[in-house]
Nanobody, 115 residues
Framework: VQLQAFGGGLVQAGGSLRLSCATS????????MGWYRQAPGKQRELVAN????????NYADSVKGRFTISRGNAKNTVYLQMNSLKPEDTAVYYC?????????WGQGTQVTVSS
């Protein structure tokens, strides 16, 4: 199973980015799909996840109201729409899926928000 994340970049504070993550190499549907991030010198933290078909989502308090996670029409794709970005959102963002009981990680995509 491979995950590939797209969409990171450099943006000014207040701007928006949309991250995408596509999964290949499995016929199973992911139970959970999510995004984590890791800033320099900090632990990796959950940003948002989506359960099953997409009716249940969870967000870190720091991104509630600004970020939206959603599943795509293609199997095992997930998006993260990030609005009103802040410099403290700067991090490497990783997509994460759980298929059956196994957790897979994407390679990470850098998001840099300038003040």
């Amino acid at each position: 199973v491979q995950l590939q994340a797209f969409g990171g970049g450099l943006v000014q504070a207040g701007g928006s980015l949309r991250l995408s993550c596509a999964t290949s190499g499995t016929a199973f549907t992911a139970n959970f799909m999510g995004w984590y991030r890791q800033a320099p010198g900090k632990q990796r933290e959950l940003v948002a996840n989506i359960v099953g078909g997409g009716n249940s989502t969870n967000y870190a308090d720091s991104v509630k109201g600004r970020f939206t996670i959603s599943r795509g029409n293609a199997k095992n794709t997930v998006y993260l729409q990030m609005n009103s970005l802040k410099p403290e959102d700067t991090a490497v963002y990783y997509c994460n899926v759980i298929i059956v009981t196994i957790t897979y990680w994407g390679q990470g995509t850098q998001v840099t928000v300038s003040s």
